[in-house]
């Protein structure tokens, strides 16, 4: 007769949570750079392609990217159309706006 064993079980599921917390999202993998400073940007995602100002706020555009951005594991975000694709997934660019104390203040998709 099999004994059930908890560790196992503990462990396993602990393996699977693990690997799913590893795929990171286009839209989650944006979605942590609120607040972050422009430094931390440039370290990851390199120079800008373009910037843009608007009033105090700084625009920096990334267009150098296909398929996923850096960071992700390229994995599909949810749809969130009528196509059942998401916007995340078809973008041509990122815009990021910097505000006044050099940090991440939102993101916008180009498409």
Same mark, same amino acid.
Do not use: H
């Given at each position: 007769?099999?004994?059930? /064993?908890? $560790?196992?079980?503990?462990?396993?599921?602990?393996?699977?949570?693990?690997?799913?917390?590893?795929?990171?999202?286009?839209?989650?993998?944006?979605?942590?750079?609120?607040? =972050?400073?422009?430094?931390?940007?440039?370290?990851?995602?390199?120079?800008? +392609?373009?910037?843009?100002? +608007?009033?105090?706020?700084?625009?920096?555009?990334? +267009?150098?990217?296909?398929?996923?951005?850096?960071?992700?594991?390229?994995?599909?975000?949810? =749809?969130?159309?009528?196509?059942?694709?998401?916007?995340? +997934?078809? =973008?041509? $660019?990122?815009?990021?706006?910097?505000?006044?104390?050099? /940090?991440?203040?939102?993101?916008?998709?180009?498409?």
């Amino acid at each position: 007769m099999c004994k059930f /064993n908890p $560790a196992i079980l503990i462990t396993t599921i602990f393996l699977i949570i693990c690997l799913l917390e590893s795929c990171v999202s286009n839209r989650k993998a944006l979605s942590q750079w609120i607040g =972050a400073n422009q430094n931390e940007l440039i370290e990851k995602w390199g120079e800008p +392609d373009r910037i843009e100002k +608007d009033g105090i706020m700084s625009i920096w555009i990334y +267009d150098r990217f296909t398929d996923k951005f850096p960071g992700t594991t390229g994995t599909r975000s949810m =749809a969130s159309g009528e196509s059942g694709e998401s916007d995340y +997934d078809n =973008a041509t $660019a990122v815009r990021f706006i910097i505000g006044p104390g050099r /940090n991440i203040v939102k993101y916008e998709l180009e498409n």
